[in-house]
Every structure is written in structure tokens, then in C-alpha cells.
Nanobody
Framework: QVQLVESGGGLVQPGGSLRLSCAAS????????VGWYRQAPGKERELVAS???????NYADSVKGRFTISRDNAKKTMYVQMNSLKPEDTAVYYC??????????????WGQGTQVTVSS
């Protein structure tokens, strides 16, 4: 069973930085498109950033210039570097990926979520 394991969340002051990581838990062939989403209390889950297998990136307007999504295909790990954090960035952050296993099947997976709290 493939799992996406996230790490790196926590409490940070406004203006601070965090880096979230998302790693596939077992041997897989490759990962295609990856996205980081977030969900704040009482709000719908929203796409924050995405990156294709080839490295093409896309960002929500609210995080452009502050967040950077990246991936290490060899390590099958994805990252989002979050700088200049604001209280409105507080949410549970989830990674999402299209995972290809050695039998050729592609399946979409979600990470378990990691809490990011921006507060003084």
C-alpha cells in the first residue's frame, strides 16, 4: 500500500518560514503530477501549488512569490518552501500525487496532512 508521508509542519511566527516534505512510503516506479493543498477551518480545500514531472510549476495567487514547490524525482520526495508566512496561511496542508507503480498502474494519493499555524 503506497502512502505519502508528510513532515515539516508546526507553529511559526508571522514572517517566518517552514519547509514541508512529502515522501512516498515504499518502492514505486515514479510520480507524475504533484500538488500541495491546504484546508483552513470552515473553508474548502484549495490548491496552493503544483508541479509536473518535468518541473512546470503553478501557484495560487495568494502564495506567489512566497512559496516554492519542488521535487526530487530520484528520492520520490516533494517539497514546498514557505516564506514570509502570514496568519492567513494557517491550515492543514496536504500533498497529493499521481503515483505510478511497477505494474504500470497510476493512482492518485493524498498525504495525511500536516498542521501549519502562523501566529505570534
Amino acid at each position: 500500500q503506497v502512502q505519502l508521508v508528510e513532515s515539516g509542519g508546526g507553529l511559526v511566527q508571522p514572517g517566518g518560514s517552514l519547509r514541508l516534505s512529502c515522501a512516498a512510503s515504499e518502492s514505486i516506479f515514479s510520480i507524475n503530477n504533484v500538488g500541495w493543498y491546504r484546508q483552513a477551518p470552515g473553508k474548502e480545500r484549495e490548491l496552493v501549488a503544483s508541479i509536473s514531472r518535468g518541473g512546470r510549476t503553478n501557484y495560487a495567487d495568494s502564495v506567489k512569490g512566497r512559496f516554492t514547490i519542488s521535487r526530487d524525482n530520484a528520492k520520490k520526495t516533494m517539497y514546498v518552501q514557505m516564506n514570509s508566512l502570514k496568519p492567513e496561511d494557517t491550515a492543514v496542508y496536504y500533498c497529493n500525487a499521481d503515483v505510478i507503480t511497477y505494474d504500470g498502474a497510476m493512482t492518485n494519493y493524498w498525504g495525511q496532512g500536516t498542521q501549519v499555524t502562523v501566529s505570534s
